[in-house]
């Protein structure tokens, strides 16, 4: 059974950091590129980082660029996002998937997990 399990999210001050994981069960990430999506509140759900594989090339939205960071460790199956300097425009719950990459773009392929909340505020 495919499964994403995301932790890591929490209430932070601006300025803070944070560190996302996402378990994968189900598959190998090793085969996919992977991705971090975030959703706010009333807004559709965004990509802001992509990891490659093989490779680990790296891609991030625009509004991320500099402050968060993609890894991957397929020994553990499990992706990471580093989220630093964040600022209260980056409150959402976050999401991880596997993803398909063609046409230059990522399309998620998995079953969404339960995602994992960050508040960003003072």
């Known amino acids: 059974q495919v499964q994403l399990v995301e932790s890591g999210g929490g209430l932070v001050q601006p300025g803070g950091s944070l560190r996302l994981s996402c378990a994968a069960s189900?598959?190998?990430?090793?085969?996919?590129?992977m991705t971090w999506y975030r959703q706010a509140p009333g807004a559709e759900r965004e990509l802001v980082a992509a990891?490659?594989?093989?490779?680990?090339?790296?891609r991030y939205a625009d509004s991320v660029q500099g402050r968060f960071t993609i890894s991957r460790d397929n020994a553990k199956n499990t992706v990471y996002l580093q989220i630093n300097s964040l600022k209260p425009g980056d409150t959402a719950v976050y999401y991880c998937?596997?993803?398909?990459?063609?046409?230059?773009?990522?399309?998620?392929?998995?079953?969404w997990g339960q995602g994992t909340q960050v508040t960003v505020s003072s």
């Open positions: 998937n596997a993803a398909d990459y063609y046409s230059g773009s990522y399309y998620p392929i998995k079953t």
């Open positions: 990891i490659t594989s093989p490779g680990g090339s790296t």
């Open positions: 189900g598959f190998t990430i090793r085969n996919y590129a």
